[in-house]
């Protein structure tokens, strides 16, 4: 099973900053088959990008995602307060599917 | 407008059976791939099992094969996931997605999700 690592676990940064997510696969996984979501408290993930590049219509542009190979990349340019939650990657190149174990972007 | 409704919160003893109901609606529901996916609390997102509602064609995680079924009726747009026989361990948000094509991959759309609590 390809298992995903997310880093850093808690990302402390203030609203108008760039944040960088990371997330590192066990194996290569095709970039064609990688996704992000955010997730607020008490609510169901949203997609953000999948085909680890490919912004989800109604998804704004400071989001934007990169990587290949076993590094993959979440960007988000100019942290606005809404931007502040939880943050899972996922691949389903490979079965089973799978997800990150999440990044707390939290307000500094 | 697409939409995923599932069923209402359900607290249970262990030992006993549970299926959770995952409608949708604003689509054709044969054509895309309906994931279930299991959120423990205070905990992240873990990948259950998929479904493609058209031919019923499942494939698990090994972490949750013989112990959940993921089923579907295409008659009346409803993916369901059931519990034989529930444990403590079992207490979780569980959320129904829909793959974001006619192919197994990204999930675009997400039930509001069911709370599952066990307890005796």
């Known amino acids: 099973d390809i298992v995903l690592t997310q880093s850093p676990g808690t990302l402390s940064l203030s609203p108008g900053e760039r944040a960088t997510l990371s997330c590192k696969a066990s194996?290569?996984?095709?970039?064609?088959?990688f996704a992000w979501y955010q997730q607020k408290p008490g609510q169901a993930p949203r997609l953000l990008i999948y085909?680890?590049?490919s912004r989800v219509t109604g998804i704004s542009d400071r989001f934007s995602g990169s990587g290949s190979g076993t590094d993959f990349t979440l960007t988000i340019s100019r942290l606005e307060p809404e931007d502040f939650a939880v943050y899972y990657c996922q691949q389903y190149a490979t079965l089973p599917d799978s997800f990150g174990q999440g990044t707390q972007l939290e307000i500094k | 407008e697409v939409h995923l409704v599932q069923s209402g919160a359900e607290v249970k003893k262990p030992g006993e059976s549970l299926k959770i109901s995952c409608k949708g609606s604003g689509y054709r529901f044969t054509s895309y791939w309906i994931g279930w996916v299991r959120q423990m609390p205070g905990k992240g997102l873990e990948w259950m099992g998929i479904i493609y509602p058209d031919d019923s064609d499942t494939t698990y995680s090994p972490s949750f094969q013989g112990h959940v079924t993921i089923s579907a009726d295409k008659s009346i747009s409803t993916a369901y996931l059931h519990w034989g026989s529930l444990k403590a361990s079992d207490t979780a948000m569980y959320y129904c997605?829909?793959?974001?094509?006619?192919?197994?991959?990204?999930?675009?759309?997400w039930g509001q999700g069911t709370k599952v609590t066990v307890s005796s």
């Open positions: 997605a829909r793959a974001l094509s006619g192919q197994r991959g990204a999930f675009d759309i």
């Open positions: 085909g680890a590049s």
């Open positions: 194996q290569r996984v095709s970039s064609s088959f």
